[in-house]
């Protein structure tokens, strides 16, 4: 299998695939955002750094998802996420801002879950979870601009 690089490439790998469009599905998946985001908070109030790492991704990743829901689209591949997000951001649906920071945090949780560096500071989770924030707001006012 080749690597990954475009939107292309995720479709024709399947790791991107054209699926019924569900609305419930896409506000379930800003649920989930949210109870994942709600879980990072409590993981960083009890020092569990790498818990909130990881609750934080997941937080965002279900706030990127509920997009792909709604538009029709299933995922394989947390990259392949990132580059349909892109598309909004071609189409000035989207700020840039949003899908380098999902690009940034994905990243953390990999290093954090796979790799031996020592956790985020708390300092840094905070700054995540406040990001974190927004992003899923700003997926939440995506999915409501479509829908009307």
């Avoid at 598309?87 to 999902?102: D, H, K, P």
Wanted: charged share 25%; net charge neutral.
């Amino acid at each position: 299998m080749k690597a990954l690089r475009t939107l292309e490439d995720c479709f024709a790998e399947g790791k991107l695939q054209t699926v019924s469009p569900s609305e419930e599905k896409a506000w379930e998946s800003l649920r989930a955002a949210r109870d994942n985001l709600h879980e990072a908070v409590e993981a960083g109030k009890a020092g569990l750094l790498r818990a909130a790492t990881n609750s934080t991704y997941v937080a965002i990743f279900h706030g990127a998802r509920a997009i792909l829901f709604r538009d029709g689209i299933r995922e394989k591949s947390h990259f392949c996420i990132e580059q349909y997000l892109q598309t909004y951001v071609t189409s000035g649906a989207l700020e840039l801002r949003w899908v380098v920071l999902y690009g940034n945090i994905r990243s953390k949780r990999d290093v954090n879950q796979y790799g031996f560096e020592p956790p985020a500071t708390k300092e840094e989770v905070e700054a995540s979870l406040h990001l974190a924030t927004q992003f899923i707001d700003r997926m939440e006012q995506l999915l409501t601009k479509k829908s009307s």
